[in-house]
């Protein structure tokens, strides 16, 4: 049987808290199509990147956009900055689509806005994507610094998933320190390199995966002490990273997976909210991605009140004491640390009435 949801309609995920306002950009010239989804301007303008991605269908990408945005409304929420949550997703692919025409053309939806949304980087998008886009509109963050930016966000998303690591460590081993921890890193991509620098300085075995032999040969390089698998999840680690794609914590991987602790940087770790329970039953602490990966936001919070750099660092270093506290609530209420987190953030939100 069909069921009309009509134009407003949500899933019963995204139903509780509903988007303030969604757009849909045309432009004909160029070509461009991309929805720019507004969740909570509650806490400030909503802030989220620009993902160029080749959806099978419009209602994917629409879901895509509005699944994301209502995601950074927690991740700003939880990570104390004074910024909203959206996303925006350009339906294309990037090495096929994307052109300097389309990006200024997207730019200028952005900037009819009026700052209500500011966008970023994500998957498909770049600096030097950003720094076209900055040409047309004001509401920018993640330009190169040539172009008056903070640059890629990867080694702070780095510092804050290590950070949350560490105290993930100090709940799991009484120690908030990975020396002599085996850790797995899944995805050595920008993330997971800076990721793997701060685990070797902190004394850790570092063991990687990915599907890519090139990013494993330049690993190798570098350090030719980390081991190279095949996989990393559901390896003998003490701790296992996730720092490629989302989705892989599943029912199946949960009773897997040897780690003691899970904290990464990929974004919708979990495939399904169930698998927290799993993870929770066989003893696993898991960190909530939104919580742990939230420097790179951090940054571009910072970029956008012209924070010094070491204001940053020291912002993206709260992430330890947060986590800390996400996981003691968690404990005292006997739930998993991904409802304490979001909590933790309806708590926030919950505080102030909304805008509009
Ligand atoms: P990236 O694209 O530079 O690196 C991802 C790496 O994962 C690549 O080397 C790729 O080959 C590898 N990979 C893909 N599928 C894999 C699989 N099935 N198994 C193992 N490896 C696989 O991306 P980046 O910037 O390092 O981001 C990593 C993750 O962190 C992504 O999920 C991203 O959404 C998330 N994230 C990144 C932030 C940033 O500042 N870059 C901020 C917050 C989240």
């Excluded at 990721?195 to 190798?220: F, P, R, T």
């Excluded at 490629?244 to 009773?255: E, I, P």
């Excluded at 003893?283 to 956008?304: K, M, R, S, Y």
Aim: charged fraction near 20%; proline fraction near 3%.
């Amino acid at each position: 049987m069909h069921t009309d949801t009509g134009v407003f309609g949500r899933s019963h995920e995204l139903s509780s808290r509903r988007h303030e306002q969604v757009v849909f950009c045309e432009d004909d010239r160029t070509g461009l199509k991309a929805i720019i989804a507004i969740h909570s301007t509650t806490l400030g303008p909503a802030l989220g990147g620009t993902r160029f991605y080749p959806y099978a269908r419009e209602s994917e990408a629409l879901q895509d956009a509005l699944r994301l945005s209502w995601g950074m409304t927690y991740k700003a929420a939880a990570a104390g900055v004074t910024l909203g949550g959206g996303k925006a997703v350009i339906i294309g692919d990037p090495a096929v689509d994307k052109t300097p025409e389309l990006l200024a053309a997207y730019a200028r939806f952005v900037e009819t806005l009026g700052g209500r949304y500011i966008t970023a980087g994500d998957v498909g998008t770049n600096t030097d994507d950003l720094d076209i886009i900055g040409r047309h509109t004001g509401y920018v963050t993640g330009r190169s610094t040539a172009a008056g930016g903070s640059g890629d966000s990867a080694r702070l998303t780095a510092l804050g998933v290590f950070n949350a690591m560490r105290a993930g460590a100090e709940s799991v081993w009484g120690t908030a320190s990975l020396a002599k921890r085996t850790v797995g890193v899944e995805g050595v991509g920008k993330v997971g390199r800076e990721l793997i620098d701060l685990l070797l300085a902190d004394g850790a075995e570092v063991c990687v995966s990915d599907v890519n032999d090139a990013a494993l040969q330049l690993v190798s390089q570098c350090h030719p002490s980390v081991r190279l698998l095949s996989s990393v999840a559901t390896a003998p680690v003490d701790v296992y990273a996730p720092c490629a794609m989302g989705g892989t914590l599943t029912t199946t991987s949960a009773d897997a997976i040897e780690a003691t602790l899970i904290c990464g940087a990929a974004n919708n770790q979990l495939a399904n909210p169930l698998v927290e329970q799993a993870l929770t039953e066989r003893g696993i602490t898991w960190i909530p991605d939104f919580v742990a990966n939230a420097g790179g936001l951090i940054q571009v919070a910072g970029e956008l009140r012209s924070a010094a750099p070491a204001e940053v660092e020291s912002d993206v270093a709260g992430i330890f004491p947060r986590c800390r506290n996400i996981i003691t609530a968690a404990r005292a209420e006997g739930i998993g640390t991904g409802a304490a987190a979001n909590r933790f953030a309806e708590r926030r939100l919950d505080a102030i009435p909304r805008s509009i």
